[in-house]
């Protein structure tokens, strides 16, 4: 039985992660990454939730007009965002959600088969 998501063609949607790479419709992505429903790219920042700020969050802040939601995968273990930076994101209109990687990732692809206006900015588990 197939129990891939139903998305639209050429939708992202993510395959696999471990190791500090992604596998997202088909390629592969070393460190961190920010998935749209249209692209994925890499993000350059590295370090753990304590070390965000709301400059990290300058492309999804670009794209906020078409993001309901950003799932914010914070590695293998959930660690929640600083109150004033969860603040500073949501004065800026993004609204975040966090969890672990695996998560997020799961979560992403849900929503995506969902038709949800969707993305996920992913440190690697």
């Keep these: ?3 891939t998501p ?3 063609e050429g939708a992202q949607i993510v395959q696999s992660y471990a190791g500090g790479q992604f596998r997202v419709s088909g390629d592969v992505y070393t460190g961190a990454i920010i998935v749209f429903p249209n692209m994925t790219q890499d993000w350059a920042f590295q370090g753990g939730v304590g070390d965000l700020s709301v400059a990290d969050f300058e492309l999804l802040i670009e794209q906020v007009q078409d993001i309901d939601v950003v799932l914010l995968g914070c590695g293998p273990r959930i660690q ?3 109150f004033e930076l969860k603040n500073s994101l949501k004065d800026k209109g993004l609204s975040v959600d966090v969890m672990d990687t695996g ?3 799961r979560t992403y692809n849900v929503l995506m088969a969902e038709d949800r206006r ?3 900015a992913l440190i690697p588990a």
């Design 6 to 8: 139903l998305v639209h």
């Design 103 to 105: 998560a997020a990732c």
């Design 1 to 3: 039985m197939d129990v």
């Design 118 to 120: 969707v993305a996920a």
């Design 80 to 82: 929640f965002l600083p």
